[in-house]
């Protein structure tokens, strides 16, 4: 569970939610769901990576919630939402607009963001009515939508084989990670966060991911492996910005640079000099601005009310 495990004091501890909610997906799935912030205010809606949970996005929420509905979920098999046996991308997209179904009025639309397997999620559920229906605008963080793996920087050495065959069997571990002790947070912060991020941000980080049960982490990992968004690039229409990285290790700038090329509405796309793969953690107050930005610049507060 996401609250028993993440930090309980400071920027990143969990704030309460006014509502809970369960979204039912296509197949079944439960969704564990959480709402934000006054009724009738802009919409955004938070779509958090692989091994993390709602509570990733407890810097933005605290900060957005002020005069923003927001809406985070736990993606299945993480934080909250039971673990299903139907695993990809097109679950995700079913996840992704079972949530907008659940909690968007018709016709009401938000900003979308996702981190990392939630940039994916919009990418994979880009071409649906209901996700076109409700996105005014989405922010992408540190995500990619093809060759995950094999741009992988995780591994220091030179690009090849042996660096995927290499990166293929970390990322695809199915050894537990045990308890957030000191080494475990050094390799964390290594593999998803830059040089200078504060001891605070690679403890909530570590918390979270520690938490993700290692047959999800597992499961999840061969799903990314094989990963080929590059149709949804195309199909995602509303106005989007890219942010990144620039030593992020999981998915490098090139990712975004490409995304940001291939995007038919691409509005920005920011690289933070220094930051890892947790920008969200690593960023709080410049994703939130970027995020405020979008929602003054593309959706109508008559929408929410």
């Known amino acids: 569970m996401s609250r ?14 006014a509502a809970e909610l369960t ?35 407890a810097a933005q929420i605290r900060e957005l919630a002020v005069d923003h509905r927001v809406i985070a979920y736990d993606q299945r098999g ?6 299903s046996e139907a695993c990809g991308t097109q679950e995700l997209a079913d996840d992704l607009e079972a949530v907008l179904a659940a909690t968007l009025a018709s016709g009401e639309r938000a900003v979308v963001v996702g981190h990392s397997m939630g940039g994916m ?19 992408l963080c540190s995500t990619g939508s093809s060759r995950l793996v094999a741009e992988s920087t995780l591994v ?13 069997l970390v990322l695809g571990s199915r050894a537990p990670l045990g308890p957030v002790t000191p080494v475990a947070r050094r390799v964390l912060k290594y593999g998803t966060m830059g040089a200078g991020s504060a001891p ?30 590059d149709h949804g690039v195309r199909e995602l229409a509303a106005p989007t910005e890219v942010l990144v990285g620039t030593a992020d290790r999981l998915t490098p ?9 291939a995007l038919p509405f691409c509005v920005g796309l920011t690289e933070l000099p220094g930051l890892g793969h947790m920008t969200p953690v690593e960023a709080p107050e410049l994703v939130t601005g970027k995020i405020r930005a979008l929602v003054t610049a593309y959706v109508d507060v008559k929408e929410g009310a």
């Open 78 to 83: 993480h934080g909250r939402s039971p673990a």
């Open 23 to 57: 979204a039912v997906s296509a197949d079944g799935a439960r969704l564990h769901v959480e709402v934000h912030g006054p009724e009738g205010a802009p919409s955004v809606v938070l779509a958090h990576g692989w091994t993390c949970s709602t509570a990733f996005w």
């Open 200 to 229: 605070h941000m690679v403890e909530a980080c570590a918390r979270i991911v520690h938490a993700c049960p290692r047959n999800v982490r597992y499961t999840w990992s061969q799903v990314l492996d094989l990963l080929d968004l």
């Open 253 to 261: 700038p090139v990712h975004a640079r490409s995304l940001a090329a």
């Open 121 to 139: 999620t919009v990418l994979a559920a880009a071409d649906r009515p209901v996700f076109r229906s409700h996105a005014a605008a989405v922010l």
């Open 4 to 17: 028993l495990t993440a930090v309980a004091s400071g920027p990143y501890a969990p704030p309460v939610p």
């Open 156 to 168: 220091p050495i030179r690009a090849g084989r042996l660096r995927t065959r290499l990166t293929r």
